[in-house]
């Protein structure tokens, strides 16, 4: 995994299932995050810089962002590895890490110390077209 350690997951999970999981799925643990990075890359990427959020590591990551990433990728794999047999805790969990991550989407949610994009000042600056567009010559 590039962004989450086993121990972040650790909290969230039964270690002998987690183990299980590793040793047998690791490649597949690893597909599971990146994708999940990409979801919430794709959820934040248009308010924050998210190559910033996932290029930090050891205490300088933000937690909310490692509990809802957590999340997501334990869903994916529990999912992956028994599809009819999802606890209904980690639905919920996962509803609820959707739900937050449209909220921060929508701006109904603003999490602190995420780094904000930087837009050029040129694409912060409205332009308003201003003029007169009135042909004398069609007046008769």
């Known amino acids: 995994m590039k962004f989450l350690t086993i121990e972040d997951v650790k909290g969230y999970i039964f270690s002998a299932l987690l ?10 643990l690893n597909i599971i995050e990146d994708s999940n990075i990409a979801l919430v890359s794709s959820k ?3 308010r924050y810089d ?12 933000h937690k909310l962002i490692i509990k809802v990433l957590v999340i997501l990728v334990l869903y994916d794999l529990i ?6 047999k999802v606890p209904v805790d980690f639905k919920e969990d996962w509803d609820w890490a959707m739900k937050w991550l449209n909220d921060v989407r929508d701006g109904k949610e603003a999490p602190t ?10 694409n912060n600056q409205s332009i308003v077209p201003w003029g007169n567009n009135s042909n004398k010559d069609l007046y008769l």
């Open 19 to 28: 183990l299980e999981s590793e040793n047998d799925n690791s490649e597949a």
């Open 44 to 46: 934040l990427g248009n």
């Open 50 to 61: 998210t190559e910033l959020i996932f290029a930090a590591a050891g205490i300088d990551r």
């Open 79 to 84: 999912r992956r590895n028994a599809a009819r």
């Open 113 to 122: 110390d995420l780094p904000v994009l930087q837009e050029d000042d040129v």
